[in-house]
Nanobody, 122 residues
Framework: HVQLVESGGGSVQAGGSLRLSCAAS?????MGWFRQGPGKEREVVAR???????RYADSVKGRFTISRDNARNILYLQMNSLKPEDTAMYYC????????????????????RGQGTQVTVS
């Protein structure tokens, strides 16, 4: 079992930046972020495999960057040019599944997830 703990959320003005971190208790091949805003459905934000292959939602492309430190089992999400519509609870998720599963399965279905960190953009 892998435990995930997010940090780095907060309140920021539109146009600002935040960096989320997710500390994992162990290694997993596939990691990602998803979010859920007030009154909205869950939305996949980004994913990354252990080789550094990444995939982003269209809504965050060019503004958000996902990365990971495999040596320390930490996942990051650098968020720039934040918009009010980015306001949401952000969750880290991870899964040992590789290949097609990592690249296609919704991040919120991954086997492990954290408790979330709130991001508010005004």
């Amino acid at each position: 079992h892998v435990q995930l703990v997010e940090s780095g959320g907060g309140s920021v003005q539109a146009g600002g930046s935040l960096r989320l971190s997710c500390a994992a208790s162990g290694y997993t091949y596939c990691m990602g972020w998803f979010r859920q805003g007030p009154g909205k459905e869950r939305e996949v934000v980004a994913r990354i495999d252990s080789n550094g292959y990444t995939r982003y939602a269209d809504s965050v492309k060019g503004r958000f960057t996902i990365s990971r430190d495999n040596a320390r089992n930490i996942l990051y999400l650098q968020m720039n040019s934040l918009k009010p519509e980015d306001t949401a609870m952000y969750y880290c998720a991870a899964d040992s599944g590789g290949g097609g599963y990592c690249y296609s399965a919704p991040v919120f279905t991954f086997g492990y997830r954290g408790q979330g960190t709130q991001v508010t953009v005004s």
